[in-house]
Every structure is written in C-alpha cells, then in structure tokens.
C-alpha cells in the first residue's frame, strides 16, 4: 500500500482507504465568496481570498505591483487580522472593515478585542465596524479601484482581501455518509459510517472527549493531529494492534507583527480578564480565563514564554475550580503557573 496526505492544504480532507489500492485524498473546504451574497463587481481583478498556496502567490505579486497602494481588508476575523498586520508591514495603506461589534468575536471577549483593535489603530490600520461591503467599483482594466459599504462610505481600494469564513463541503457525500453537526460523523479515530471512508479536519465532526460531547473544529492544528490519528488507526487497523481514541484539547493561535496569542479550551461561561491590556504597554502581556459551572475551562494568553504557554494549557486540560472571579483575576498568569 502506498498513500500520501499534502501538508500544505490544511483545510478539510477526506480519504478513502482500501488494503488493495492507493487511498485517494480529496479536499473539502470551499472558502466563501462576496458573489455569494451577489455583491456588485465582486468578481474584480485584484479581490483576493486566501484559502491555497496559490491565493498566498498572487496577493504577494499584487503587493509588489500595487507598491504603496490602498488595501481594504474585509473581515475581523484570522485572514482579517493576520493579513492586516502583513499588508500594513509592505508598507500598503490599510482599511479593515467588518460588521461584528469587535474583531475575532467568535473568540475575542469585547476587553481582549479592545486591546488588538487600539494596537492596530496605532499602527495605522483604519478600522471600520457594523458594516459590509456591497459593491466594487473597477477601472477599464476591469481592477477593484474602490469599494462601496452599506453605511454609504466609498473606500479606495488597489487591493482588497476577503477573509469570512468557509464552508465545508459535504454535499458530495449526502446520503453516502453520516452526517452530524453541519460536518461528516466520526469516530475518535475517524472512520465514517462508510468502512475504509475516514474524514478528518474541519469536515469532521468527532467525539471530543474533554466535553464529552460531538463537535467539528475549523483550525490548522485540529487538521493536522486528526489526520495523524487516522493514519494511526489505519495502520493499528493493518498490524491488529490497539490505539487510544482521540483526546483533543482545543487550540487556537494567532501572530501578527509583535504580537503571539495562544488560546485553550473551551470559551464559554463567564471570564475574568488579567494584565495589562493597554495598546500602548510595552510589555504585551494580559489573557483572560473562562469559567463555567465554577472550574476554569478555556485560557488564552498574548505575549507568553513557551512556558506560560503550556501553564495555561494545563489549565484548560485539568479544568481546576475557580475559587473566586476577583481572585483569579488578581493573581493572573500566576494562577496558571501554580496548576
């Protein structure tokens, strides 16, 4: 047998595995699109999404053609943030425009949004929030040259980058497959209702043990630790040994210019925010914990040494009780570091 995963594309895949052929890899994340939504002129030249390698090779090619040109970014979530920060530093003029109340608010508590929002401003990135793009505007080359939002603004625009999400594809497999969840059903070694099918990464919903419950998880670290375990389990499959059943702890990470942030657990229940949050410190360094049913349930941490990292990890892991809000939000980091 003989099979190969590309580690490059670290959006959904799904696998058919046979003992006497070569398993097939196909991909199954479809980014989601402005001309979805029928938005005017989204089919411009220079509107960018960035979902492949290839996307990453034009939008560096239209930064050194469009040299010290005007980028609008549409979207505050990680392509929003992410590609801010990477425009902003190739010296290009940029504008974030989003219709949330903050940035990351799938993650972000309005607090840790507040710092990233006022750091961003301070580097020079125009924010713009509660509204969307609803039209393009373009020249006789048929090139973005502005960008029309719903609050009646025009924004010039050389350059614009979309970054609202994905969706995974499942439709190829309907009524082929268990489904659960909006994703592909799973077990904790990821075998599909279908034997010899196995889904893996953001297409897969599986049995997270930590929570005892059924979740699909849309992150690069989840892609590639769920298609090592089913690699595992293809192989213990072959050689008739035992594996454990997957134990993933929620993982989410994000640099941008200076700045590193790691989040762990689950973000629910209520949260106490710890450290200096101001945009200006020079330190960087505040997180925030979550706290649900009195135990501390998720942990993120801007700013933090590799092993401040693994303290708030261990926190999210071990989920120890939460004596008082006041308290952990007094000792802070230490509270994670004594865990």
Not at 112 to 128: D, P, V
Not at 155 to 168: H, L
Not at 226 to 233: F, I
Not at 278 to 303: C, N, Q, R
Request: charged share 25%; aromatic share 12%.
């Amino acid at each position: 047998m003989s099979w190969k995963i590309d580690p490059i594309h670290f959006f959904s895949i799904i696998f058919m595995y046979s003992t006497e052929v070569s398993a097939s890899i196909c991909y199954f994340c479809q980014v989601i699109r402005l001309s979805d939504f029928g938005v005017q002129g989204a089919d411009a030249k220079n509107i960018f999404y960035l979902r492949e390698i290839v996307d990453a090779d034009k939008l560096v090619e239209a930064i050194k053609a469009k040299k010290n040109g005007k980028a609008l970014v549409v979207g505050g979530g990680y392509i929003g943030l992410e590609l801010s920060a990477a425009l902003k530093m190739n010296n290009i003029d940029v504008s974030m425009v989003y219709p949330e109340p903050w940035c990351m608010p799938r993650l972000f508590t309005a607090n840790l949004a507040s710092f990233y929002e006022g750091y961003y401003a301070n580097k020079g990135i125009k924010i713009i929030k509660g509204t969307v793009a609803t039209g393009f505007g373009t020249n006789e080359d048929m090139e973005v040259m502005d960008v029309k939002l719903k609050d009646g603004r025009v924004m010039e625009a050389d350059i614009v980058v979309v970054g609202v999400g994905g969706r995974p594809l499942t439709k190829l497999f309907k009524g082929q497959v268990e489904e659960e969840k909006g994703g592909i059903k799973t077990d904790g070694f990821f075998k599909t209702s279908v034997p010899d099918v196995y889904a893996v990464g953001d297409v897969a919903t599986f049995p997270m043990k930590l929570y005892n419950e059924m979740r699909r998880v849309e992150h690069v670290d989840h892609a590639r630790k769920s298609a090592e375990q089913a690699v595992k389990a293809i192989f213990a499959s072959e050689q008739g040994s035992s594996l454990d059943e997957y134990d993933y702890l929620p993982y989410f990470y994000s640099r941008a210019f200076d700045l590193s942030w790691q989040f762990y657990g689950d973000n629910v229940g209520e949260t106490v925010f710890f450290g200096d949050g101001s945009p200006t410190s020079p330190t960087h360094k505040f997180g925030s914990y979550w706290i649900k049913d009195g135990k501390v349930v998720g942990a993120f941490l801007e700013g933090g040494s590799p092993e401040e990292n693994k303290a708030i990890a261990k926190v999210a892991r071990v989920q120890p009780p939460a004596q008082s809000l006041d308290q952990l939000a007094t000792e802070g980091l230490t509270f994670a570091c004594k865990i």
